[in-house]
């Protein structure tokens, strides 16, 4: 199957960001797509920050920077995915959101684009629904780090095609991902069962059982974790964990996904982990936790 050689990632957030980078570090040229091109154009900004880091730890060379940064193009307006045969919505996970998102690329698309979503949480088949093209509407949910998790899940709605599924098969494997196939259900793989694990660190926290720093130190040390539960969700942010849970609660009706009453006063506080500089623990302009890292007790 023919490579993809441009493709248009709508949503210039942390996630559009990633998706973004790993895309051009293959050679594809990317359309990085947000409602006004300043936005597009932090967004880039923040790519050139992330490949900084990189070179400073000798993963990539200034060169290669350069290479990523400039097949990536910041546009302010949708008229460029007529000329890509795959769009990737990057959105914030808000349901309505994306279903006009998708009514809308439906309408200036070519007929034979593919309509990809990074959702992790939403319905498939409720999102194809809002266009005439349900064969050719997937899922490929990215996790964070982008450029470092190797994995994506590819969620297939009722009505996506045998095609389209090899498609984004195939796409993964340029991207050099390993591809996990999912039946659509609320939450997918990881997502459902990384939540009521953070869930319940959280609750950990809150209860005065341990430290943040502490409770991460021991399931790192006990489970053999790269990082601690309370660490990835600064790391996700603490306002998208809260979407997460709120839809899987809505969907399942299940306790275990009921934002702890911490998460909600951190979020209320506008403390959202990494990308606002504090968190269960501080950070840096860098991203990096700022010693000591005390974190919330309560």
């Avoid at 936005?39 to 350069?66: D, F, V």
């Avoid at 040390?221 to 809505?250: K, Q, S, T, Y």
Wanted: glycine letters at 8%; aromatic letters at 6%.
């Amino acid at each position: 199957m023919a490579a993809f050689n441009k493709i248009a990632v709508i949503g210039a957030g942390s996630m559009g960001q990633g998706i973004s980078r790993v895309i051009a570090a293959t050679g594809t040229e990317v359309i990085l797509i947000d409602r006004d091109l300043d936005l597009a154009k932090k967004g880039i900004e923040m790519i050139a920050e992330s490949l900084n880091r990189e070179i400073e730890r000798w993963g990539i060379t200034e060169s290669e920077k350069k290479a990523i940064l400039a097949r990536i193009q910041p546009v302010g307006d949708f008229k460029p995915v007529k000329t890509v045969r795959m769009v990737i919505e990057a959105i914030p996970e808000n349901l309505e959101a994306k279903r006009l998102l998708f009514a809308h690329l439906d309408n200036i698309c070519q007929p034979q684009t593919i309509i990809v979503s990074n959702t992790s949480t939403l319905s498939i088949t409720e999102l194809a629904a809002a266009t005439n093209r349900p064969d050719k509407v997937i899922g490929l949910h990215f996790l964070k780090p982008v450029h470092r998790v190797p994995l994506v899940e590819i969620v297939r709605g009722l009505k996506t095609s045998d095609e389209t599924v090899e498609a984004i098969k195939s796409f993964a494997g340029q991207l050099n991902k390993t591809p996990v196939m999912v039946y659509e259900y609320p939450g997918f793989i990881t997502t459902r069962i990384i939540v009521p694990f953070l869930n319940e660190a959280m609750h950990v926290l809150m209860e005065g059982i341990a430290s943040a720093k502490d409770i991460d130190t021991a399931m790192k040390l006990a489970f053999g974790v790269e990082m601690g539960p309370l660490r990835l969700a600064d790391m996700i942010g603490l306002d998208e964990l809260m979407h997460w849970m709120e839809n899987l609660l809505h969907e399942l009706s299940e306790h275990k996904y009921n934002p702890c009453p911490l998460l909600r006063k951190m979020v209320r506080a506008g403390h959202l982990g990494v990308k606002s500089g504090q968190g269960f623990y501080a950070y840096d302009s860098e991203g990096n936790v700022v010693e000591p890292a005390e974190g919330i007790r309560e």
